[in-house]
């Protein structure tokens, strides 16, 4: 068998040999004690990209995700985001566990939420109600195939929410996608949020890290939540290393897995058996659906796999492609066409 085609996420890319030298290289100190100068330095530019006061660098998203929904809210309060959020459906239910908040989701059929229909699901505190305490954009939204939620949509998101002593989370794993779609900065995006997320270890292809940005206040008590969790990592600057490379480097060539994702979607919505509207796919996901009877979800990954083609089912008749740095234009060509044999194997479009 060729060698692997690897769509299940972008979280599987390497790093690259220049940032595997970086981490041999780094010069590394205990983070704990803030004494870390490469952890530091990648913290100093992550707040100065997304234009905020301070960061903090974690190892992973949930954890950044955690400790913003923790930051803004108080204990006993509802957090509002979209069905299919990541901190809805991912995330072991970490803002109950950790937050002490319970989730209410909105079901936006675009994954894009809009304050228009948040409005009608805010509950002020009362005798009776949880009050709202926070909003968590998801931007873009993973599970709704890469959704990006343009800028005014959040601005107006964040005003309301602000006007009314509301505090707004961003879930902004992949918002380096976002910018690159909205040809803007992520700092444009995240400007009116009170806190923003976003992981250096998928579309960015370093091998582990996020950061939670937002007031310098916000970002000291996170810190303290980040070691409650167990996130204080000592010497990981040979993380923050490689991800220091990602942050700088990367963000400029996504454009080519976005265009990628889209010579993928537009060959698969040509494929009797599968449905897609390649229009929607804007950035680097492609959730596309089996519609016929003849092959379940679980059955095309598998062929795909025997074919040397990663692509995982999510739920209900969907499977996720996701592009990524180590994935080309000719291996989206060659899954497409390993689909195009499973599904003609079944006598569709003859
Ligand atoms: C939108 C979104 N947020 C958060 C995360 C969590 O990141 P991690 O896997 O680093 O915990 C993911 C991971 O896939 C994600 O897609």
Known sequence: ????????????????????RAMMEAEVGDDVYREDPTVNRLEQRAAEILGKEAAVFVPTGTMGNTMGIKVNTHHGQEVICEARAHVMDWELAMMAWFAGCLARPIRAEDGILRWSAIQDHLRPNGPNCAGTGCIVIENTHNMAGGAVTPIDVVEEICHEAHARGLRVHMDGARIFNAAT??????????????????????????????????????????????????GGMRQAGVLAAAGLIALEKMPARLHEDHSNAGHLAERISRIPGLRIDPKRVETNIVIFEVATDDLTPAAVSAKLKERGVLINPVGGARLRAVTHCDVTRENCGQAAGALEEILAATGLGK
């Open 181 to 230: 779609a909205l040809e803007c900065s992520a700092a444009g995006i995240a400007r009116h949020a009170d806190t923003v997320m976003f992981c250096l270890s998928k579309g960015l292809g370093a091998p582990a890290g996020s950061l939670l940005c937002g007031r310098a206040a916000d970002i000291a008590q996170a810190r303290l939540y980040r070691k409650r969790l167990g």
């Open 1 to 20: 068998m060729s060698a692997l085609i690897d769509l299940r996420s972008d979280t599987v890319t390497r790093p690259s040999p220049e940032m595997r």
